[in-house]
Nanobody, 122 residues
Framework: VQLQASGGGLVQAGGSLTLSCAASGRTYSNHGVGWFHQAPGKEREFVAAIRWNGGESYYADSMKGRVATSRDKAENTVYLQMNTLKPEDTAVYYC????????????????WGQGTLVTVSS
């Protein structure tokens, strides 16, 4: 599975941004796509995950209510909509694919996109 993340950029605090993760290769409905972010000097943290068939999703408590993940089946693309962004959301955002379904730990993910930088200015 190959993943291509995009959509990062510079946004003002309080603004919104939508990230995309285009997937190619052999995928299965019960597998999962996760979103993680990693700020400089910090560990990679879970943001959200969605089952590949789009039927189930899960969010980190710290992000719940401000982010939503969805899947466009026709485009084989998963999206992460982020609202009310804060300067502390500044990080590189990664999408990843897990054969284990919805998981919150990076080691459960087998395939990773290259990351896209999100910078939130105050």
């Amino acid at each position: 599975v190959q993943l291509q993340a995009s959509g990062g950029g510079l946004v003002q605090a309080g603004g919104s941004l939508t990230l995309s993760c285009a997937a190619s290769g052999r995928t299965y409905s019960n597998h999962g796509v996760g979103w993680f972010h990693q700020a400089p000097g910090k560990e990679r943290e879970f943001v959200a995950a969605i089952r590949w068939n789009g039927g189930e999703s899960y969010y980190a408590d710290s992000m719940k209510g401000r982010v939503a993940t969805s899947r466009d089946k026709a485009e084989n693309t998963v999206y992460l909509q982020m609202n009310t962004l804060k300067p502390e959301d500044t990080a590189v955002y990664y999408c990843a694919y897990s054969t284990l379904g919805l998981r919150t730990t990076p080691r459960a993910y087998d395939y990773w996109g290259q990351g896209t930088l999100v910078t939130v200015s105050s």
